[in-house]
């Protein structure tokens, strides 16, 4: 076997194979529609030519294009809300919300906002975010306060979903609403403040009546 043969296999078999290349850029692709556009404009033919590959590429690994704009959105999210194992639970939560105020912010905040609305139309996108997007979350956010509770940085009595919706409604009021920057200083803000009340509503209903 000549030598040329032989590099040239071996530069085949370096770096990431063809359809994990190809797969990578359709997600790219769909993510960067989804930043520019409305979901009810993207199609699969746009995302087919734009990442460089036939439709029929693309529905090899997607059904539909609900379930590929939401592989692309987690593609995403995936990288950048990252629940940290380590520290203690409110600390961590605090941190996750942060994260969370930070991936509202910007581009990517203009692709959740889009997210939200499509679902208020459109069954499948709806059925697939909850099932893969808001589900996971939701019990991540739930398994860390229940944590905080068990270590008693909560009370006992606290109202998981409650405090948790406490929390995140002001971020989405300013994301899809006021259109207000999400700064770090709102979140800390609203964090401290949801937490404090929780403690102070639990220390009210326990303390003796004079």
Do not use: C
């Not at 930043?35 to 997607?62: C, D, E, F, L, N």
């Not at 409604?169 to 770090?184: C, Q």
């Amino acid at each position: 076997m000549s030598k040329k043969i032989t590099d040239t296999r071996l530069k085949r078999s370096v770096g990431r194979p063809r359809s994990e290349t190809s797969r990578a850029s359709i997600l790219d692709a769909a993510y960067a529609f989804l930043r520019a556009k409305p979901i009810s404009a993207i199609s699969t033919v746009h995302i087919a030519r734009k990442a460089g590959v036939s439709t029929a590429t693309v529905y090899r690994w997607w059904s539909t294009k609900e379930a590929l704009l939401l592989d692309a959105f987690l593609h995403t999210a995936d990288h950048e809300l990252v629940l940290k194992g380590e520290g203690s639970p409110l600390d961590r939560l605090k941190e996750y919300v942060l994260q969370v105020g930070r991936f509202f912010t910007g581009e990517n905040g203009i692709v959740v906002a889009r997210l939200l609305t499509a679902i208020q139309d459109n069954p499948l996108l709806r059925k697939e975010f909850l099932e893969r997007v808001y589900s996971p979350r939701d019990k991540e956010f739930r398994a860390i306060v229940k944590e905080a509770i068990k270590k008693r940085q909560l009370p006992a009595d606290t109202e998981v979903s409650v405090l948790l919706e406490t929390i995140i409604g002001p971020l989405l009021t300013r994301l899809l609403m006021r259109h207000e920057r999400i700064d770090e200083s709102f979140v800390v803000s609203v964090f401290d403040r949801v937490v404090a009340g929780a403690i102070a509503k639990s220390a009210a209903g326990t303390a003796p009546r004079i």
